[in-house]
C-alpha cells in the first residue's frame, strides 16, 4: 500500500479501549475544521468536521473536541476497533468561503488486537 | 457511487517524458483541486478550479498544468517531469453552495520519476 508518511507519530491502543488524537492548528482565525481518516493504499476519507461556534461534536463512535483558546483539536475513537487503523489527520480552513484547507501531517494509530 | 476516480493509480516515467494524470467526480461538483503528500508534510495543494473553465495555481504549481473544459474532469499535465515531482498525488472535489464543506478525495496516484 501507500506509505503515507515513514516517520508519523504513532499512537497505539489496545482493541475495545478508547483513542485519543491530538491536532494543534495554526491560526486563530480559522472557523471550520474536519478529520479525515487514510487508509494504507487509499485517499483521505471524510470522518467529522466542527465548527468554530461549538466546542464538541459527535458522530457514530467518534467525538471532536475544539479549544479555541489554545488552538487544539481532538479526536475521540470509542471502542477502537482493527478497522480503525489508519493514518489521521486534521485540516483547518482559515479564510471562509475559499476550500484553502490546511492539513495537518497526521497521527498513526494502531490498534492491537 | 459517488466518487472522485483518478488514474492511473501507480505511474513510474522518466525525467522529460509528459504525462497526464486524470481525475473525474460524479457529484457535480464545482470545485476541484490537486494535492501532493510527501512523508512529513501535509497535503499541499497544487492547483485548484472553482469551476469549469476557472483554475488558479494553489501553493506549489511549478512544474504542472491543469485544464478544466468541464465540470466532472481536472486533468494534472506535468510537461516535464523531474525527480522531485515523485510524490503520491491525489484530487479532491467539492461542492461549491457551502465552502465550509469536507473534501471528497480519490484514491491517489502514486508517481516516480526516475
Known amino acids: 500500500g501507500e506509505s503515507v508518511g515513514l516517520h508519523l507519530p504513532t499512537l497505539s491502543v489496545q482493541e475495545g479501549d478508547n483513542s485519543i488524537i491530538n491536532c494543534a492548528y495554526s491560526n486563530s482565525a480559522s472557523d471550520y475544521f474536519i478529520w479525515y481518516k487514510q487508509e494504507s493504499g487509499k485517499g483521505p476519507q471524510f470522518i467529522i468536521d466542527i465548527r468554530s461556534n461549538m466546542d464538541k461534536r459527535q458522530g457514530q463512535r467518534v467525538t471532536v473536541l475544539l479549544n479555541k483558546t489554545v488552538k487544539h483539536l481532538s479526536l475521540q475513537i470509542a471502542a477502537t476497533q482493527p478497522g480503525d487503523s489508519a493514518v489521521y489527520f486534521c485540516?483547518?480552513?482559515?479564510?471562509?468561503?475559499?476550500?484553502?484547507?490546511?492539513f495537518g501531517t497526521g497521527t498513526r494509530l494502531k490498534v492491537l488486537a | 457511487e459517488a466518487q472522485v476516480t483518478q488514474n492511473p493509480r501507480y505511474l513510474i516515467t522518466v525525467t522529460g517524458k509528459k504525462l497526464t494524470v486524470t481525475c473525474s467526480q460524479n457529484?457535480?461538483?464545482?470545485?476541484m483541486s490537486w494535492y501532493r503528500q510527501d512523508p512529513g508534510l501535509g497535503l499541499r495543494q497544487i492547483y485548484y478550479?472553482?469551476?469549469?473553465?476557472?483554475?488558479d495555481k494553489g501553493d506549489v504549481p511549478e512544474g504542472y498544468k491543469v485544464s478544466r473544459k468541464e465540470k466532472r474532469n481536472f486533468p494534472l499535465i506535468l510537461e516535464s517531469p523531474s525527480p522531485n515531482q515523485t510524490s503520491l498525488y491525489f484530487c479532491a472535489s467539492g461542492p461549491s453552495s457551502s465552502y465550509n464543506s469536507p473534501l471528497h478525495f480519490g484514491n491517489g496516484t502514486r508517481l516516480t520519476v526516475t
Open positions: 485540516a483547518e480552513m482559515p479564510t471562509s468561503g475559499t476550500y484553502k484547507y490546511i
Open positions: 457529484m457535480n461538483h464545482e470545485y
Open positions: 478550479s472553482m469551476n469549469v473553465e476557472v483554475t
